[in-house]
């Protein structure tokens, strides 16, 4: 081991080390301290707020909030890649990113800059991403952060439920996406990977309230007691329809409950009442690929005994499936004008067409979705878009 990757070891090991004895409001400090140790001049967190429109510094950090649209940091987030300017003084960004799900970026200002310094940063930002997703589990001040006004209830319920939006392999990647944000209803997703498989699920539960937010809470619990304890989509469509017929009654929800075999591309799936899933192959959608009859809502009691229809079909490397909900395509603007499936598609494959990775692409999706409304959803909005890229020896 050479003496600079000696000075990053013992930075990094002394980063993690206090960090342990000290709260989310001390970590700004600590990794100013570790940025200096590396002979920069400061450092900065700012995490992505629940729309993923700003990046937010954490509290004590002293700078304001940027847009991810339009700003050097914003360019790093967006692309998962260190931005730099040369000042001065010189200023560095660098993505967090927990897995492969992007959550903000580190702002390094000042200090050397060549090829060897850009990797030890990006390896203190890798340790600080870890740190910030780990103290959000225990403390408001993250989640804080990321909020530009305050959650309905119903939304509180479904978002501490929901799983991170990005999750991934170098099999696969899922990644979906949700709004209105701070006042959502009935819509969650749900996503796995486990035992060479990715499991995917959208929910719709009927109404926009406590009730419906209640409805798509117990789905995704009923979903991942029997994923967890070895059932198929099948059963998961099972457990979910006894579970609401028995515990909250006279409330409906559509939903698609998939998996995907990570080694084969086998793709089953179960349709309860739901928009079909989308087959994008190519850098477009496959039209009536993945159109099967779709089943009643859960809820009902109708799936509780006999078989269940679940659906196959086999991907190819590279293949993307799309998951939606009905306020997606159902989408009106002020003048009556649907958002469609094709527009859906259309502006899904134009951002994939410009080699945006898959969150970015629906995130650009879903703020055109929002605008198409005039900023005013009467619906509940959540997409959700899975890629099989199977790994190859020797790549």
Not at 14 to 42: K, N, T, W, Y
Not at 130 to 137: E, F, M, W
Not at 192 to 207: E, I, P, T
């Amino acid at each position: 081991m050479g003496a600079d990757d000696a000075v990053l070891g013992g930075v990094l090991a002394r980063l993690l080390a206090r960090s342990r004895a000290h709260g989310p409001a001390e970590l700004p400090g600590l990794v100013r301290e570790a940025a200096r140790g590396l002979g920069a001049d400061g450092a900065w967190i700012l995490l992505a707020d629940v729309q993923q429109r700003h990046l937010v510094p954490l509290p004590g950090t002293g700078d304001g909030e940027i847009d991810v649209e339009g700003t050097l940091g914003g360019r790093a987030y967006r692309l998962q890649c260190a931005q730099f300017s040369t000042g001065p003084p010189p200023v560095g960004w660098y993505p967090l990113v927990d897995g492969v799900e992007r959550i903000g970026v580190l702002r390094i200002e000042g200090g050397p800059r060549d090829e060897d310094m850009t990797a030890r940063y990006e390896a203190l930002a890798s340790l600080v991403a870890l740190l910030a997703v780990s103290k959000s589990t225990y403390s408001d001040v993250m989640v804080e952060v990321g909020r530009r006004q305050p959650m309905s209830l119903q939304a509180e319920l479904l978002w501490a439920f929901l799983p991170p939006r990005t999750i991934g392999t170098r099999d696969v990647t899922s990644s979906a996406v949700l709004e209105p944000a701070y006042d959502v209803g009935g819509d969650a997703f749900d996503h796995s990977v486990a035992h060479g498989r990715l499991h995917v699920s959208v929910f719709d539960a009927m109404g926009h309230d406590l009730a419906s937010g209640g409805a798509s809470s117990v789905a995704l619990a009923a979903c991942r007691s029997t994923r967890r304890a070895g059932g198929g989509p099948a059963d998961i469509v099972r457990a979910i329809d006894r579970t609401l017929a028995r515990w909250i009654p006279d409330r409906l929800l559509t939903a698609v409950v998939a998996d995907l075999d990570t080694a084969t591309g086998e793709l089953s799936w179960v349709n309860c009442g739901h928009p079909p899933p989308l087959l994008v192959r190519d850098r477009r959608v496959v039209s009536d690929a993945l159109l099967r009859r779709a089943e009643l809502p859960l809820g009902l009691g109708f799936h509780e005994s006999g078989p269940q229809p679940v659906h196959h079909a086999r991907l190819q490397p590279g293949d993307r499936l799309l998951l939606h909900t009905d306020g997606v395509t159902e989408a009106r603007s002020a003048s009556g004008e649907l958002f469609g499936e094709r527009r859906l598609a259309d502006t899904l494959v134009q951002h994939m067409a410009g080699g945006e990775p898959a969150p970015e692409a629906l995130r650009q999706l879903i703020h055109a979705l929002v605008t198409h409304q005039d900023h005013q959803l009467r619906d509940d909005a959540t997409i959700l878009l899975a890629e099989w890229h199977p790994h190859r020896p020797g790549q």
